[in-house]
């Protein structure tokens, strides 16, 4: 089983950055899809980023492309989240995740395991 630890998010202006860190343990880690989600009040959980487990893929939600990044370094099991560019709606509480395999639709029920979560607010 996965496990997953979110950690970097805060307070930012808008027009700021934020790096989210996430680390995985488990046996076979480096051969998951790992992604980021986001819910913010009020609203339903959603993707945000993905990248496979060699990093050759990646896909994005159309309202973060051109802004955040999304890379990993398996030799640290480690997926990042490089936030450029912030708005005030992207306040949301960011959630790491893992996947068996790379998906097509990205939804949530694809990724079967979740970290805590991580609260990023952007102040305009």
């Known amino acids: 089983q996965v496990q997953l630890v979110e950690s970097g998010g805060g307070l930012v202006q808008a027009g700021g950055s934020l790096r989210l860190s996430c680390v995985a343990s488990?046996?076979?880690?480096?051969?998951?899809?790992l992604g980021w989600f986001r819910q913010a009040p009020g609203k339903e959980r959603e993707f945000v980023a993905a990248i496979s487990w060699s990093g050759a893929s990646t896909n994005y939600a159309d309202s973060v492309k051109g802004r955040f990044t999304i890379s990993r370094d398996n030799a640290k099991n480690m997926v990042y989240l490089q936030m450029n560019s912030l708005k005030p709606e992207d306040t949301a509480v960011y959630y790491c995740?893992?996947?068996?395999?790379?998906?097509?639709?990205?939804?949530?029920?694809?990724?079967?395991?979740w970290g805590q979560g991580t609260q990023v607010t952007v102040s305009s």
């Open positions: 995740a893992a996947a068996r395999a790379w998906t097509l639709r990205f939804d949530l029920a694809d990724f079967g395991a």
């Open positions: 488990g046996r076979t880690v480096s051969s998951y899809t």
